[in-house]
């Protein structure tokens, strides 16, 4: 069987009919989009041509006769006829439209010759994420590509076959000065400030990543939309309310508040601070309240006036933990909910949850269509998301980059930036503020110093006059409302001990939140504190977010002053940042001084008592070598807690005072200060170096070229981007998400999504409500549950998994053993 006689070449076939996409319309829609995505710095020629000429190879026989094949248009018998299945991936498509591009542009202009770089490169990688330009061993792997045999890559065949429009259209690009000017105006901007080498080399990365995201959303986009056109109209596409709408709603909100206490009335003065500050121009703030202080509203206050005022694209906000995503966005929806001209029936979020990825990192129609690329007016996600869209392996996370242009981009608390990030994470921060024309906002109450660290290597670049609230100090004082007691004692406390600590405290304040470091310590503490009352409550990331909101609608309930019950809570540090609820004692493991102060905010939240006290211990025998940031911040708080002890005035009789959590920071900080630029190992990437020089001037792959070949690489951009982003992980042991049977609702969707066999539309909504209903599992609690056949992929391949119920308990969430294993155990 032959093509389509209406399509000469496709792009695509579509799974439930068959029909064609034809890839002159592909090309010409990739293209509209990345010209829209990348113009967003100004380099709109270099998105319309990555997309026009990205699929470049797909017009010959070879690559459609294995479209045809894969689809059983072509019947084995067939002379044109491949396996398919054993061709994924060896056709290469990709290799010819970057040649075209790299043969075409003069290598004497400079510009040009960076510009085809950039825009062969974004081509060639647009499968399997950015490449390697240096390997870390020295071969010149982007020219070596550009060198490929044309019998392998097909360019002189697609050349003759592709369509004339695309090809014309093309050239006028290619011949053109446009190209040229966009890059000198970007180059001219980046440089501006005459950084270092170092510095210079890492934003022109930033520039090629964010050029590929442009390619890679708009080609995920266009394919997705072709598959399934009512999943398409799922789709803002960037035209989202009026923040008009959203500011009004809020306001109408905020005005029915009524200050009950000297807090509520600070937390007004904050909000109005933030209104007033919403006017400034663009540029990198903090918002240093202290906890309780009502950053979450506070922050929003600014973020929609802001957005509204500079006519902004959309508010992201990055927390460190997905409970800080489980309840503040609930409390935004519920502002938003019903807002006018957007009917809940439409499907489209206002507030969009992003906790983890539910779609393997895959090159299939399902993961083009149901991978989450952050497009709503507001969105919520973590900090694990955000740095692996900047610097992590693959396609699925780089895509959503050009979303974070015109974006206000609130940090809310900010001090859980991992340290070895610390000066990928600053430049990057300075970049999308000063090229992509961001607004970033640094919220917590406990400030880490980006800004003094090497200036060499990056520190982020505050605005002038950054700080939002006018005298922290005062603020701080006026908002004291615990007192923090050091009871850290030679040998340390046993789990018993902690038991009857809390008991008492129980006895003497009627709630009690105890703050563990590991899922483990919680389940032994949990465990023993059963026999103390009957409302006892236990919170750890093992728990879906909808599982942990309702236990902290439970414990609230208890909290509630008028229905107060005898109450204690056992969590992991989960519930230390952004967790509205309001304990008359906390006890504390010994940890970071920042983590000290942030279950502090827990404590009298809402000034209902004269003082409440925060009690912290040191466990016995407690084993955090799996848990390094963790075990460094608690020797660093200890060395701040002996020095206040020896002059407690020095610190304004506070432990956690802003000049106790400077001093901490400044420990903390400047002791790691060899950590900041992500060290690297042998074993990792074939030799000791930095994550920061992989991505910049990549010192040491050029060193090792020039010593094979007694001259210095002949490319511009010389970044090992492919093995680094394979080195980069946020936390040690990356996750994978993993939907869970919690309820009624988490067990609608996975029926659902069992049942949904090629139905996109539906399948999409389902995934969109299961972020709600995942847990993020380490690589060997995967394999392991594989094993015993307690993980099931929702149709092969799809990579979809869902957990046995057998292996979800309601009291700790998900576990590699059997529910009834675990809570036998603990009874």
């Known amino acids: 069987m032959t093509r389509n006689s209406k399509v000469c070449f496709a792009a695509h076939y579509r799974t439930c009919d068959g029909t064609a996409q034809s890839l002159q319309e592909h090309l010409e829609g990739c293209s509209t989009l990345a010209k829209a995505f990348a113009g967003k710095i100004g380099l709109s020629s270099f998105g319309e041509l990555i997309g026009l000429l990205h699929d470049f190879g797909k017009y010959t026989d070879v690559f459609q006769a294995y479209l045809l094949s894969a689809v059983g248009n072509l019947n084995p018998d067939d002379d044109e006829y491949v396996d398919a299945k054993g061709m994924k991936g060896k056709i290469d498509h990709s290799s010819a439209g970057a040649q075209y591009v790299w043969e075409f542009l003069p290598k004497k202009d400079h510009l040009r010759r960076i510009a085809g770089q950039i825009i062969s490169l974004c081509i060639a990688s647009h499968h399997s994420g950015l490449m390697d330009c240096l390997s870390p061993d020295g071969i010149d792997v982007f020219s070596r590509r550009m060198a490929k045999p044309k019998d392998k890559t097909h360019l002189e065949e697609a050349g003759i076959k592709v369509d004339a429009s695309i090809q014309c259209h093309a050239n006028e690009l290619l011949a053109s000065t446009t190209i040229e000017n966009e890059l000198r105006r970007r180059l001219e901007s980046l440089w501006r400030d005459k950084p270092s080498s170092e510095i210079c080399a890492f934003r022109l990365g930033l520039l090629v990543r964010f050029v590929f995201s442009a390619l890679i959303d708009a080609d995920r986009l266009n394919s997705a939309d072709f598959e399934n056109v009512a999943a398409a109209r799922e789709r803002y596409n960037g035209c989202y309310l009026e923040w008009s709408v959203l500011v009004v709603k809020l306001e109408a909100h905020l005005a029915g508040f009524k200050a009950k206490n000297q807090v509520d009335k600070i937390r007004s003065e904050i909000s109005l601070s933030c209104l007033n500050f919403a006017s400034r121009e663009k540029g990198i703030f903090q918002l240093t309240v202290p906890t309780g202080g009502g950053k979450t509203l506070a922050s929003l206050r600014f973020a929609l006036h802001h957005a509204k005022h500079h006519k902004m694209d959309r508010i992201i906000y990055v927390v460190p933990y997905t409970t800080i995503i489980d309840q503040n966005a609930k409390v935004v929806r519920s502002i938003f909910e019903n807002t006018e001209h957007q009917p809940v029936a439409s ?34 996600t973590t900090v694990v998301q955000f740095l692996e869209t900047l610097f992590a392996a693959g396609t699925r996370g780089a895509r959503r980059m050009h979303h974070l242009a015109n974006t206000v981009i609130i940090f809310d608390e900010i001090q859980s930036i991992p340290i070895r990030t610390v000066h990928l994470f600053n430049n990057t921060i300075n970049f999308l503020v000063k090229q992509c024309e961001s607004t970033v906002v640094f ?10 660290v090497d200036v060499r290597k990056g520190a982020v670049e505050l605005s002038v006059n950054h700080q939002i609230m006018p005298d922290i100090s005062k603020l701080f004082k006026d908002l004291r409302r615990v007192e923090v007691d050091d009871k850290r004692k030679t040998g340390g406390w046993s789990e018993d001990d902690v038991a009857n600590e809390a008991q008492q405290e129980l006895e003497n304040t009627g709630s009690v939140l105890i703050i563990v470091n590991t899922k483990a310590q919680a389940r032994e503490i949990y465990k023993r504190c059963k026999q103390i009352t009957g409302e006892i409550f236990h919170l750890s990331t093992s728990m ?34 952004g967790v509205d609820v309001d304990f008359g004692s906390v006890i504390r493991y010994l940890a970071g001084l920042d983590s000290i102060a942030q279950a502090a905010g827990r404590c009298n939240r809402n000034g209902l008592r004269q003082t409440g006290r925060v009690v912290v211990v040191n466990p016995a025998n407690e084993n955090l070598d799996k848990l390094p940031d963790i075990r460094t911040a608690k020797e660093k708080a200890e060395r701040v807690l002996d020095e206040y002890r020896n002059s407690p005035l020095s610190f304004d009789n506070d432990r956690i005072s802003p000049t106790a959590m ?19 190992s042998s074993k990792e990437v074939g030799r000791d170096d930095t994550l920061l020089s992989l991505l910049s001037t990549n010192n040491l792959s050029v060193n090792a070229y020039t010593r094979t070949n007694n001259t210095a690489p002949p490319i511009d951009i010389r970044q090992s981007f492919k093995t680094a982003a394979e080195a980069f992980k946020v936390i040690e042991a990356p996750t994978e998400g993993v939907i869970v049977p919690y309820g009624e609702e988490g067990k609608r969707i996975i029926t659902g999504l069992f049942s949904t066999a090629g139905m996109f539309e539906k399948k999409y909504k389902l995934l969109k409500a299961a972020q709600r209903y995942s847990v993020n599992m380490f690589p060997h609690e995967i394999v392991k549950l594989r094993q015993t056949g307690s993980l099931r992929e929702v149709s092969e391949g799809s990579g979809i998994l869902c957990l046995d119920p057998q292996h979800y308990s309601n009291e700790f969430g998900a576990s590699i053993d059997r529910v009834a294993l675990m809570e036998t155990l603990i009874l």
């Open 662 to 680: 400077t001093l901490y920071y400044r420990y903390h900080f400047f002791d790691r200060k060899h950590e900041m630029d992500y060290p690297v």
């Open 544 to 577: 879906c977010p909808a599982h942990r909101m309702d236990i902290l609608d439970k414990v609230k309930e208890c909290l509630n002053p008028g229905n107060s019950k005898p109450v204690i809570c056992v969590s992991t540090q989960l519930i230390e940042a």
């Open 347 to 380: 499907g489209k979020q206002i507030v969009l949850e992003h906790h983890s990825n539910l779609t393997p990192e895959r090159d299939t129609w399902q993961s083009k269509l149901l991978s989450e690329n952050w497009d709503a007016p507001i969105v919520y």
């Open 443 to 452: 919220c917590t109450a406990t400030q880490p110093l980006l800004n003094e």
